[in-house]
Antibody, heavy 118, light 108 residues
Framework: EVQLLESGGGLVQPGGSLRLSCAASGFTFSNYAMSWVRQAPGKGLEWVSTISDSGGGTYYADAVKGRFTISRDNSKNTLYLQMNSLRAEDTTVYYC???????????WGQGILVTVSS | SYELTQPPSVSVSPGQTARITCSGDALPKKYAYWYQQKSGQAPVLVTYEDSKRPSGIPERFSGSSSGTMATLTISGAQVEDEADYYCYSTDSSGNHWVFGGGTKLTVL
């Protein structure tokens, strides 16, 4: 059974930094691309970033490019999202997601809340 | 930037067929994925690569794509199908993904 468990969320001040982690199990982590998706309260889903299976390819939404960095440690089956220069509009639930063979998401974590506020 | 367009809401009576559309310029060459999200829960994949259905998803859920439009069809919608539905696909580069704005399905 695929399991994705996010951690590292919480309250941070504007301009601050936070690193999210996602512990993956139930599949061969190093064989699949992974993504982060976020959802503001009462709003729709927003793609944030995707990383290739090896980590050699990283892709970002314009809203976070230059501020967020996606990475992975295949030896630890863990996905990361380093978030810098956080803004109030980054206040959302962040989902860790496994990508399928053609890049679309097939499994989701339960999500973790990040609140950016003074 | 690339966009996928969905209707904000669709309403049907129980047992009727619900169709939710998603339009995007790259859909003729890129797969569409559909997700169901119930209140307070993480999304769930209901169809992928335009028309495939994951194991465990009821047969009443089906996907199709033609030209610049992808469609999620729920044949014989049930009250428990009430949820928000999102389409998902990538732009022509294949490197930037996007969700549609979401469609709230009401079954009553």
């Amino acid at each position: 059974e695929v399991q994705l468990l996010e951690s590292g969320g919480g309250l941070v001040q504007p301009g601050g930094s936070l690193r999210l982690s996602c512990a993956a199990s139930g599949f061969t982590f190093s064989n699949y691309a992974m993504s982060w998706v976020r959802q503001a309260p009462g709003k729709g889903l927003e793609w944030v970033s995707t990383i290739s299976d090896s980590g050699g390819g990283t892709y970002y939404a314009d809203a976070v490019k230059g501020r967020f960095t996606i990475s992975r440690d295949n030896s630890k089956n863990t996905l990361y999202l380093q978030m810098n220069s956080l803004r109030a509009e980054d206040t959302t639930v962040y989902y860790c997601a496994k990508c399928g063979a053609n890049g679309g998401i097939d499994y989701w974590g339960q999500g973790i809340l990040v609140t950016v506020s003074s | 930037s690339y966009e996928l367009t969905q209707p904000p809401s669709v309403s049907v009576s129980p047992g009727q067929t619900a169709r939710i559309t998603c339009s995007g310029d790259a859909l003729p060459k890129k797969y569409a994925y559909w997700y169901q999200q119930k209140s307070g829960q993480a999304p769930v994949l209901v169809t992928y690569e335009d028309s495939k259905r994951p194991s465990g998803i009821p047969e009443r859920f089906s996907g199709s794509s033609s030209g610049t439009m992808a469609t999620l069809t729920i044949s014989g919608a049930q009250v428990e199908d009430e949820a928000d539905y999102y389409c998902y696909s990538t732009d022509s580069s294949g490197n930037h993904w996007v969700f549609g704005g979401g469609t709230k399905l009401t079954v009553l």
